[in-house]
């Protein structure tokens, strides 16, 4: 079993920046990836950005340039830093760790309000 944890969302004004943190913990010995995922009401849940266990990143075609993907050196904790925020960012982030066995597991949420 592997436990997500999330933190770092709030409100922010548009423009603004925001860097949320997702931490791994349990059975974290077969990683193939992690990442973020947003839901806003109404949506469905889609792919944000995303990093492969060999460095490897992928982002959603309305983030590139604005947000970034890391990890830590122990690859247990992903990061997205988040520039240039715009009211269409509004969402609940998930972070998600993909196994090489290609379990998925789900984080909480994390709420990220763009508002002025």
């Known amino acids: 079993q592997v436990q997500l944890v999330e933190s770092g969302g709030g409100l922010v004004q548009p423009g603004g920046s925001l860097r949320l943190s997702c931490a791994a913990s349990g059975n974290t010995n077969a990683i193939y990836g992690m990442g973020w995922y947003r839901q806003a009401p109404g949506k469905q849940r889609d792919m944000v950005a995303f990093i492969n266990s060999d460095g490897r990143t992928n982002y959603a075609d309305s983030v590139k340039g604005r947000f970034t993907i890391s990890r830590d050196n122990g690859e247990t904790t992903v990061y997205l830093r988040m520039d240039s925020l715009r009211p269409e960012d509004t969402a609940v982030y998930y972070c998600?760790?993909?196994?090489?066995?290609?379990?998925?597991?789900w984080g909480q949420g994390t709420q990220v309000t763009v508002s002025s």
């Open positions: 998600k760790l993909v196994t090489w066995g290609a379990a998925a597991y």
